[in-house]
C-alpha cells in the first residue's frame, strides 16, 4: 500500500520562527510537492521537486524554500513563519510517466 | 489567475439524490482531468479521471462528463450515499515531464441520511 506521512498532524509555531515540515514516501517515486490547501482557495503548488537535489518554484513560493537530499524525503522549510502562512500544508509524491498523486494527511500549520 | 474554476462552493442532497459539481478550465493543453476526494482528516485521493478523447467516464457510482469545446467538465454521484460527503476537487494537468495539477477550489458535499 503506497504511502506519504508528514512528520506533525498540527503545528503551532511563534511569528519569525524558521519552520521545518518533513514528508516521506515509501513508494520510490521521483517526483514530490508542497501545497498549501485554503478554504476557498483548493490547493497551491509550493514547490516541487522532480529528482533528488532538483527543485522548482511552484504558483506561491514566495516566502518557503525546499530541501531534497534524498529521493524518499521532501522537506518544506519557512525561514521566518508569518501568521499568512497559517494553513494547511499537504505533501505528495508520483512516479514518472504518470498522472497520479498521492497525498500525505497533512499538517495544520498555526503561526501565532 | 485561477485555471480551473469549480462550482458550488458546497452543495447539500438528500441521500439517494444526484449531486454534480462542475469545472471549467482555460488552458488547451490540458489533457489530463481528474477528480481528487478529501475525507476530514485525510490527504485528497484520486477518485476518478478522464482524457479529452472521450465524453464520459463511469466508475462505479461515479461518473465525469466531459465537453471539450466548451472547456467544461463535471462530476455526478448516482444515488448519492452520507458516506459520500467529503470535499472534491477537480483538477487538470498536460503531459511532459512536470504534469502539476492545477486544482479547482474545491466542493464540500454533504449527503443528509
Known amino acids: 500500500d503506497v504511502k506519504v506521512t508528514q512528520s506533525s498532524r498540527y503545528l503551532v509555531k511563534r511569528t519569525g520562527e524558521k519552520v521545518f515540515l518533513e514528508c516521506v514516501q515509501d513508494m520510490d517515486h521521483e517526483n514530490m510537492f508542497w501545497y498549501r490547501q485554503d478554504p476557498g482557495l483548493g490547493l497551491r503548488l509550493i514547490y516541487f521537486?522532480?529528482?533528488?537535489?532538483?527543485?522548482e518554484k511552484g504558483d506561491i513560493p514566495e516566502g518557503y524554500s525546499v530541501s531534497r537530499e534524498k529521493k524518499e524525503r521532501f522537506s518544506l522549510i519557512l525561514e521566518s513563519a508569518s501568521t499568512n502562512q497559517t494553513s494547511m500544508y499537504l505533501c505528495a509524491s508520483r512516479a514518472s510517466g504518470t498522472h497520479e498523486q498521492y497525498f500525505g494527511p497533512g499538517t495544520r500549520l498555526t503561526v501565532t | 489567475q485561477q485555471q480551473v474554476k469549480q462550482s458550488p462552493q458546497s452543495l447539500i442532497v438528500q441521500k439517494g439524490g444526484i449531486p454534480i459539481i462542475n469545472c471549467a478550465y482555460e488552458n488547451t493543453a490540458f489533457d489530463y482531468f481528474p477528480w481528487y476526494q478529501q475525507f476530514p482528516g485525510k490527504g485528497p485521493a484520486l477518485l476518478i479521471a478522464?482524457?479529452?478523447?472521450?465524453s464520459e467516464k463511469k466508475e462505479g457510482r461515479f461518473t465525469i462528463s466531459f465537453n471539450k469545446s466548451a472547456k467544461q467538465f463535471s462530476l455526478h454521484i448516482m444515488d448519492s450515499q452520507p458516506g459520500d460527503s467529503a470535499t472534491y476537487f477537480c483538477?487538470?494537468?498536460?503531459?511532459?515531464?512536470?504534469?502539476?495539477?492545477?486544482f479547482g477550489s474545491g466542493t464540500q458535499l454533504t449527503v443528509l441520511p
Open positions: 478522464i482524457r479529452p478523447d472521450v
Open positions: 483538477a487538470a494537468s498536460k503531459s511532459g515531464s512536470a504534469r502539476q495539477l492545477t
Open positions: 521537486s522532480y529528482d533528488v537535489k532538483m527543485k
